[in-house]
């Protein structure tokens, strides 16, 4: 598990949507040996405009829907941290419209020359920040303390009644 406060290496598989479900017209993307594919994606419950970071994917089969692929994934300015493990979904965006998902099976943390972050069993993994620290607490969907700490739309739904 890794707390993306900067950048990070993936791999996992990509499943690019079809002209029908509103992804790319063309069809999946052609990678190119000189070029990597990049596009800005989010990790839900963020959306497109505020939760975007910019995705540079390589090694994918050319004209698959679906393929594994592997790649970087880099946070804007003004992030707020974003929890990534095995199994997480990142929405691939052109722009804010989605036309792939990645689903996650390794991820690695990586230095701000690139090169990956080892960790020592004795002292905790190495967080690189690429801006300041921000006062809010960074963001963790995957615990219960985000419902508090978070700004999201679901923060305001009145909750469901218990079921036994």
């Known amino acids: 598990m890794v707390m993306m406060t900067g950048s990070l290496a993936v791999r996992g598989t990509v499943v690019w949507l079809t002209p029908q479900q509103g992804g790319r017209v063309s069809g999946p993307p052609e990678p190119d040996y000189d070029y990597d594919y990049t596009a800005t994606a989010y990790l839900p419950p963020r959306t497109a405009e505020d939760g975007q970071v910019g995705v540079a994917l390589r090694r994918f089969a050319p004209g698959a829907w679906r393929t594994q692929a ?24 052109e722009g804010v419209r989605p036309v792939g998902l990645l689903t996650v099976e390794e991820m690695q943390a990586l230095a701000p020359d690139g090169t990956p972050v080892t960790a020592s069993a004795e002292e905790p993994p190495m967080q690189t920040l690429t801006s300041p620290p921000s006062a809010e607490p960074p963001y963790r969907h995957s615990t219960a303390a985000s419902r508090w700490t978070s700004q999201h739309a679901s923060d305001d739904a009145p909750p469901e009644p218990a079921t036994v």
């Not at 790649?71 to 997480?88: E, K």
Request: aromatic content about 4%.
């Open 70 to 93: 592997e790649g970087i994934l880099v946070p804007a300015q003004g992030y707020r941290a974003q929890q990534v493990i095995p199994g997480c979904m990142v929405v691939i965006t």
